[in-house]
């Protein structure tokens, strides 16, 4: 899988939009880019994947450059719920084991 | 995520017993997955199967067995514990899209 970078930490107002970046400059042609978060003490949870084009769901949104090289994940109205630590993850759509590798990620404290 | 369920979500235990987890989906997957997480050492694979009738070491097998009774569910066994297998236990199942959805854990405490 490809590697990604993601700051440490980040802060977002509650009812702000929360706007999380990550760089994966050696991505190839056939990886997706995924996001997962980690509320404390709770499963990972999927949240959006998409390969080349901007992907919205009704939990996020999705914007990936056009060489592909970074993408940010956008929660529309952060609530108090949204903090949690939030993981870029690149990897081939269908790949054996699918095992997930998740890095150090983003801790996203929402403030009220 | 609801659609997967673990049970117990938290069990405390003595070194040597058998002890059982299981995890049951309600998502129609094929696939399903068992993971443990430790501070520090993030998400690490330790069984995974493809269907009912197909069962696949992860990375760190050793001390574990799973049985995968019917497309829903999935039960990972530790045969003898120990207290290096104090963690998180989380299962997660996926379609071929490849997406992961997990349970909510189960917190395992092996004196």
């Known amino acids: 899988d490809a590697k990604t970078t993601q700051p440490t930490s980040m802060d977002c107002a509650e009812g702000r939009a929360a706007n999380l970046p990550c760089n994966h400059s050696?991505?190839?042609?056939?990886?997706?880019v995924y996001w997962y978060r980690q509320i404390h003490s709770q499963g990972p949870q999927y949240i959006i994947h998409?390969?080349?084009n901007n992907e919205t769901n009704e939990m996020a949104s999705l914007i990936i450059t056009e060489d592909r090289k970074s993408s940010t994940l956008i929660l529309p109205h952060a609530t108090l719920r949204d903090t949690a630590v939030y993981y870029c993850?690149?990897?081939?759509?269908?790949?054996?084991?699918?095992?997930?590798?998740f890095g150090q990620g983003t801790r996203l404290t929402i403030n009220p | 995520d609801a659609d997967v369920t673990q049970t117990p979500r938290n069990r405390i235990t003595k070194t040597g017993k058998r002890i059982m987890l299981e995890c049951s989906q309600t998502?129609?997957?094929?696939?399903m997955y068992w993971y443990r997480q430790d501070p520090g050492l993030g998400l690490r694979l330790i069984y995974y199967?493809?269907?009912?009738?197909?069962?696949n070491k992860g990375e760190i097998s050793d001390g574990y067995s799973v049985s995968r009774q019917a497309q829903a569910k999935f039960s990972l066994s530790l045969e003898s514990a120990i207290p290096n297998q104090t963690a998180l236990y989380f299962c997660?199942?996926?379609?071929?899209?490849?997406?992961?959805?997990f349970g909510d854990g189960t917190r395992l405490s092996i004196l």
């Open positions: 997660a199942t996926s379609d071929l899209g490849g997406a992961q959805h």
């Open positions: 050696t991505i190839s042609g056939n990886e997706y």
């Open positions: 998409g390969l080349k």
């Open positions: 993850i690149v990897r081939p759509l269908f790949q054996g084991a699918q095992k997930l590798v």
């Open positions: 998502k129609g997957h094929d696939r």
């Open positions: 199967s493809f269907d009912v009738k197909d069962i």
